[in-house]
């Protein structure tokens, strides 16, 4: 999408009251939330203790590269930084022995045979995926401190990616009746995450265990009934991304950087029919290319007229599944 000058940015934005920031209120919550993250991170990398070497053997298109690294500590990007630039600012995500997707920014515990994905690797679907998650991901970021002060919101969760659908999808309780969003509405909030993406914040991602998660999110109701039955299927642990100051669940990987984020519309948000107590649940729904995929601009037009159609994913409601695709648990009407 194309963005507005500033003139008619700072227009639409007092055109709509629904929105300008609610910063006042969650930045307390946020700096909590982020003091709690990094404490751990550091008593987790603390607690690796001696440091042991692993080797890392990196399968490139031309060759291979055999790296020595610090287990569990090292991660792929910094594979990437000793491979060179090019590796670091293209890799998405990372391919492990040939069988499973990681994080570029999580610590790598043993010796292994690694693969860097980009947009224009071979596996293109397995990085669309990781790239539809982490939109998903990204529009909570953004929705969780877009709207006034008068506005509650809450996360509730985002389904597994479907680049079938059209759509990526983030479900949030709000405290507004029938709210039905205007065209401006969605270009604001399509403009705020394309803001957003390009501060290049990094994603990192840490697992930490049942106690920990319910004290990060003890003010989302959502979230801690989740938490017990992600974690059952998760060998007891929930997983954590962070972007900026925001920390939400996922099993992820996310790719690598905002920096990735390219074009990204709001398509469309409609309110869902549950059974969850208090209702008011809207679906987020949006659709986005990466910044290193060139589309002209009546081609992202369908792409946009495609996201605006309502996505067919399971609706929250009160009863607690899993999401086998993405052994991501949430609370789903089956």
């Given at each position: 999408?194309?963005?507005?000058?500033?003139?008619?940015?700072?227009?639409?934005?007092?055109?709509?009251?629904?929105?300008?920031?609610?910063?006042?209120?969650?930045?307390?919550?946020?700096?909590?939330?982020?003091?709690?993250?990094?404490?751990?991170?550091?008593?987790?990398?603390?607690?690796?203790?001696?440091?042991?070497?692993?080797?890392?053997?990196?399968?490139?298109?031309?060759?291979?590269?055999?790296?020595?690294?610090?287990?569990?500590?090292?991660?792929?990007?910094?594979?990437?930084?000793?491979?060179?630039?090019?590796?670091?600012?293209?890799?998405?995500?990372?391919?492990?022995?040939?069988?499973?997707l990681w994080h570029m920014?999580?610590?790598?515990?043993?010796?292994?045979?690694?693969?860097?994905?980009?947009?224009?690797?071979?596996?293109?679907?397995?990085?669309?995926?990781?790239?539809?998650?982490?939109?998903?991901?990204?529009?909570g970021a953004v929705i969780?401190?877009?709207?006034?002060?008068?506005?509650?919101?809450?996360?509730?969760?985002?389904?597994?990616?479907?680049?079938?659908?059209?759509?990526?999808?983030?479900?949030?309780?709000?405290?507004?009746?029938?709210?039905?969003?205007?065209?401006?509405?969605?270009?604001?909030?399509?403009?705020?995450?394309?803001?957003?993406?390009?501060?290049?914040?990094?994603?990192?991602?840490?697992?930490?265990?049942?106690?920990?998660?319910?004290?990060?999110?003890?003010?989302?109701?959502?979230?801690?009934?989740?938490?017990?039955?992600?974690?059952?299927?998760?060998?007891?642990?929930?997983?954590?991304?962070?972007?900026?100051?925001?920390?939400?669940?996922?099993?992820?990987?996310?790719?690598?950087?905002?920096?990735?984020?390219?074009?990204?519309?709001?398509?469309?948000?409609?309110?869902?029919?549950?059974?969850?107590?208090?209702?008011?649940?809207?679906?987020?729904?949006?659709?986005?290319?990466?910044?290193?995929?060139?589309?002209?601009?009546?081609?992202?037009?369908?792409?946009?007229?495609?996201?605006?159609?309502?996505?067919?994913?399971?609706?929250?409601?009160?009863?607690?599944?899993?999401?086998?695709?993405?052994?991501?648990?949430?609370?789903?009407?089956?």
């Open positions: 999408m194309n963005i507005p000058s500033k003139r008619l940015l700072k227009k639409i934005l007092c055109q709509n009251l629904q929105f300008i920031s609610r910063r006042s209120i969650t930045s307390e919550e946020l700096g909590r939330q982020n003091d709690l993250f990094v404490a751990e991170r550091k008593r987790q990398i603390e607690k690796v203790g001696r440091i042991e070497k692993i080797e890392v053997e990196h399968i490139g298109p031309n060759e291979t590269t055999v790296l020595v690294m610090n287990k569990n500590l090292s991660t792929p990007y910094d594979c990437a930084k000793h491979l060179g630039e090019t590796f670091m600012k293209r890799s998405a995500v990372a391919l492990i022995n040939q069988t499973t920014h999580k610590p790598i515990p043993e010796s292994c045979k690694l693969e860097l994905l980009h947009y224009h690797a071979q596996q293109a679907n397995l990085v669309n995926k990781v790239y539809w998650r982490t939109c998903s991901f990204l529009l969780s401190t877009a709207f006034k002060d008068d506005v509650e919101v809450r996360l509730h969760s985002f389904p597994s990616p479907n680049v079938r659908s059209g759509s990526f999808v983030y479900d949030v309780q709000l405290s507004l009746d029938n709210w039905e969003p205007k065209a401006n509405e969605l270009k604001v909030l399509s403009i705020e995450m394309i803001k957003f993406c390009q501060q290049n914040h990094p994603l990192h991602c840490l697992d930490v265990s049942v106690d920990f998660a319910l004290e990060i999110f003890k003010k989302n109701p959502h979230k801690t009934k989740q938490i017990p039955d992600i974690a059952a299927n998760n060998s007891g642990k929930i997983t954590l991304f962070k972007v900026g100051q925001h920390i939400d669940i996922s099993k992820g990987p996310m790719v690598t950087n905002t920096s990735h984020i390219g074009r990204f519309t709001v398509s469309n948000i409609f309110k869902l029919d549950t059974d969850i107590e208090g209702g008011g649940i809207y679906r987020f729904q949006g659709v986005s290319l990466p910044s290193s995929l060139v589309l002209d601009h009546f081609s992202y037009g369908i792409l946009e007229e495609r996201a605006k159609e309502k996505n067919p994913a399971k609706i929250p409601g009160s009863q607690v599944i899993v999401n086998e695709d993405d052994s991501f648990v949430s609370n789903m009407a089956v």
